[in-house]
């Protein structure tokens, strides 16, 4: 039973919410509750009103078949809805309307995977299978969930179509879960059925057990960002338990994203509770051949797809490609910049994917916004790139005006501004570093001894003209001064 290994094993279900539909999965009512007047987008079907009678959205069919086959799943060609049954406010006809793999039922679709790369290894992350449901109402807190004096029901959220991705549980460690749901973001975008940006399109349950002990489930995590959060937590509290010789209880425990804390909601939830059976209101669907060739013909290009054909027209490495396809945005970003500049080659191919996944991504993530959030135009690096390689600018320089940039200033403007711009003029630069050696006498005397503490020296040039100085030319003038004053 024990085992002494501590191996990880975690597996994921992903919900997404299909938020690129219309309308909901059962009923005609928008889609885009988003910022809508609480319960305006509701009717009896997505209330579940007695003697209302849902409709499937083909749309939803489409969407789902676009899914399975970039997950390389086997399609269910056959298959009917069931009914899960349980009572909560946010479920006002006391069962959702799910699918289900047993008792003759079957999901969307079974199998398929997604391939992750962590510290250049590859890996299979094999999936159990997608099925489709609804999303249940939306439940509103004054405050927080603990203090609040009420709980009011927003049902537009209700009847919205989710997808739910199941992974075998194969995933070994917090990292591979992120890098996991990385690509399936990426996938998702690429396919076109969801925006996964939009606040509340993602929910996560995670089970989680050290080989050879009862597994814990930690529901409804919000977002990709705390996965890897509630995992890591939980494979502590695991292991910490274990150490402790305290025994691991199967459990269903909820993520706190307040406190950065699992904690117990029940001990015990199987199948049965849910009493499945078979949605009587609705047909059961079938699939054919010609229907998923159609998708198939119609499929948008995918990540991988780009990042080879990115390599090919843009002499990229496989490592650059793979990390800029990742955010569709951010690949259609870059291929628009370099594309309108004729003049472009191999190293300014480069040059611009670097300066957008390094100083771009970063300013995006630490103010916490996408691309289309900020005023940055694609011909912004393409101007950045040509003044850094004609002299005009140090990198230096390009990298201090990154922020104005994001506010949509022309490098033209923001050098203007500044007045930051190259200095090159030897005599200026003469002058500043004569200055620098009349105020250091005794750095100027360690040169004698370590020929690195010119650096210092070079560095205080930079100082003093505010990162302006040409560094090739400053060091060339410092080593001729100093070789003149037979320092060196
Ligand atoms: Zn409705």
Redesign the pocket.
């Known amino acids: 039973m024990s085992s002494e290994s501590n191996e990880v094993m975690i597996g994921l279900e992903v919900h997404i919410q299909l938020s690129n539909l219309k309308?909901?999965l059962?009923?005609?009512?928008s889609n885009d509750y988003r910022g809508a007047v609480p319960n305006s987008?509701?009717?009896?079907?997505?209330?579940g009103l007695p003697g209302s009678l849902p409709v499937v959205n083909k749309k939803v069919i489409e969407f789902a078949t676009r899914l399975a086959i970039v997950l390389n799943c086997k399609i269910n060609q056959k298959f009917w809805f069931f009914r899960k049954q349980y009572f909560y406010v946010d479920l006002a006809k006391g069962f959702q309307i799910s699918q289900y793999n047993k008792a003759g039922g079957r999901a969307f679709a079974d199998g398929g995977k997604i391939t992750i790369k962590l510290n250049s290894h590859k890996k299979d992350i094999i999936l159990n299978r997608i099925h489709l449901e609804e999303d249940p109402a939306r439940l509103v807190h004054k405050g927080s969930i603990a203090t609040s004096p009420y709980t009011l029901v927003d049902y537009n959220r209700?009847?919205v179509c989710l997808i739910e991705i199941v992974t075998e549980p194969v995933i070994s460690s917090p990292e591979e879960a992120r890098e996991l749901l990385k690509q399936l973001k990426s996938i998702v975008q690429y396919s076109g059925i969801s925006n996964l940006d939009l606040e509340g399109s993602v929910r996560v349950d995670a089970n989680i057990s050290i080989k050879g002990y009862e597994r814990s489930e930690v529901k409804n995590i919000n977002s990709f960002k705390e996965v890897e959060r509630a995992l890591r937590h939980e494979i502590i509290r695991q292991k910490n338990l274990l150490k402790r010789g305290k025994p691991l209880i199967q459990e269903t425990r909820h993520w706190d994203d307040k406190r950065r804390i699992t904690i117990s909601l029940r001990t015990k939830e199987f199948e049965a509770d849910y009493r499945y059976f078979p949605e009587q209101d609705l047909v059961p669907i079938e699939i054919d051949n010609d229907f998923i060739q159609k998708v198939k013909n119609e499929l948008p290009e995918m990540p991988n797809e780009r990042s080879v054909r990115l390599r090919r027209d843009y002499y990229l490495s496989e490592f650059d490609s793979d990390n800029l396809v990742l955010e569709k945005d951010i690949a259609d970003f870059y291929e628009d910049g370099v594309n309108s500049e004729a003049l472009f080659g191999p190293n300014e191919y480069k040059q611009y994917c670097n300066w957008l996944m390094n100083d771009i991504l970063r300013w995006l993530n630490e103010h916490n916004k996408v691309l289309k959030d900020t005023k940055l135009h694609t011909h912004q690096i393409v101007d950045l790139i040509k003044y850094i390689n004609e002299g005009k600018i140090t990198t230096k320089i390009a990298k201090s005006i990154i922020n104005d940039m994001m506010n949509g200033f022309s490098i033209h403007e923001i050098l203007e501004k500044k007045g930051k711009k190259r200095i090159s003029d030897e005599k200026l630069l003469v002058n500043f570093s004569n200055e620098v050696i009349d105020a250091n006498p005794k750095i100027v005397k360690d040169c004698r001894e370590n020929p690195k503490a010119i650096e210092a020296l070079i560095g205080r040039v930079m100082g003093k003209t505010r990162g302006q100085a040409d560094p090739h030319i400053t060091r060339a003038i410092m080593v001729h001064l100093l070789k003149e004053k037979g320092i060196i």
């Open positions: 309308t909901k059962f009923c005609s009512c987008y509701v009717c009896p079907i997505c209330i209700s009847g």
